[in-house]
């Protein structure tokens, strides 16, 4: 696999390029079908509202899925990413208006590992509360 | 009623083959909106080594999910649906999926806890291609939260 960032440039604290993803209920309608999960608490406001949460919310996988952009993005091949995972710690609350919400992630290299691999951590935020837990990515790098 | 800790360990028949079509992953690229070329240019998947698109790196969800359905209505391991949410997740890639991919599941039951009323299940899928390499593992929680009253 050939990740354009080189081993040898980076170091523990090195940041990625942040990056902030927007999200409304008609993009949650989208990942609904593209993904399969129809599960009403992510496009029916009653039935959200029914089972105790505030509104609407983003599948927990559509937030995990634009956090690793950060990381994708960085190294160009998805390829390098060896091992992703997540905690889902808060709900991402989709409102229906025009601006919906905003997903914001930042990430940095938290440590060098063997085979010229590095371990990035994640953050990821939304209106100021964090999303996502323990969110780390080993990534191969050149 | 707790979940059933005896089913730890527990082994699932792999799914029949899922097979990963170019324009699925191209779906699921836009419905992310993620528009590194790897994913929908074979051009430039083969540029980065690739022989065909590459899927993004929660795809393999999609099909992970699907088979999960085996342990998740389960009649015999009883788990209340209504009540689950999605406590983690994490992926452990051999290589990315590519289209053209035929993958098989095999769900095992890793633990089952149980903690202030909440019954925790972590479940494995091990994804395969045809050809019986190893893929991704998806490593999956979920909590199903305490009844009312419980």
């Known amino acids: ?7 040898d440039e980076v170091e523990v604290g090195t940041e990625l390029p942040a990056q902030s993803f927007p999200v409304s209920r008609a993009t949650l309608v989208q990942y609904a079908g593209a993904s399969g999960d ?31 952009r950060v990381v994708t993005d960085w ?14 710690t808060k709900p991402v609350v989709v409102p229906n208006d025009e601006t919906g919400a905003v997903i ?29 837990g323990m969110s780390r990515a080993v990534v191969q790098l050149a | 009623m707790p979940l059933d800790p005896a ?7 792999p799914t029949p083959a899922y097979e990963v079509g170019r324009e699925k992953i191209r779906e699921f690229a836009e419905a992310v909106r993620d528009a590194n070329p790897a994913y929908t240019d074979r051009e430039a ?7 065909d698109v ?9 099909i992970t999910y699907r088979a999960a359905g085996q342990v998740v209505q ?33 769900c095992v039951i890793d633990s089952i806890k149980s903690l202030a009323g909440n019954d925790i299940l972590s479940v494995r899928g091990e994804v395969a291609d045809e050809s019986g390499e190893h893929v991704v593992t998806a490593y999956m929680t979920l909590v199903a939260r305490a009844a009312e009253g419980e």
């Open chain 2, 54 to 62: 590459v899927a993004p790196p929660t795809f393999p969800f999609v």
């Open chain 1, 38 to 68: 129809f599960n009403p608490i992510h496009w029916n406001e009653a039935f959200a509202k029914g089972v105790g949460l505030p509104d609407v919310i983003a599948h927990g996988m559509f937030t995990m899925a634009e956090a690793v």
């Open chain 2, 7 to 13: 089913f730890v360990g527990r082994t699932y028949p």
């Open chain 1, 104 to 132: 914001e992630v930042t990430g940095k290299v938290a440590a060098m590992l063997d085979d010229r691999r590095v371990r990035v951590d994640l953050v990821a935020t939304c209106a100021g509360q964090k999303v996502l």
């Open chain 1, 75 to 88: 190294v160009v091949d998805p390829g390098a990413v060896v091992e992703y995972g997540v905690r889902f």
């Open chain 1, 1 to 7: 696999m050939s990740a354009i960032v080189n081993y």
């Open chain 2, 74 to 106: 389960d009649p015999e391991l009883g788990l209340d649906f209504s009540r689950v949410v999605h406590g983690d997740q994490r992926f452990v890639y051999n290589r990315p999926v590519r289209a053209g991919d035929r993958l098989s599941v095999t």
């Open chain 2, 45 to 51: 998947a083969k540029a980065l080594g690739h022989p």
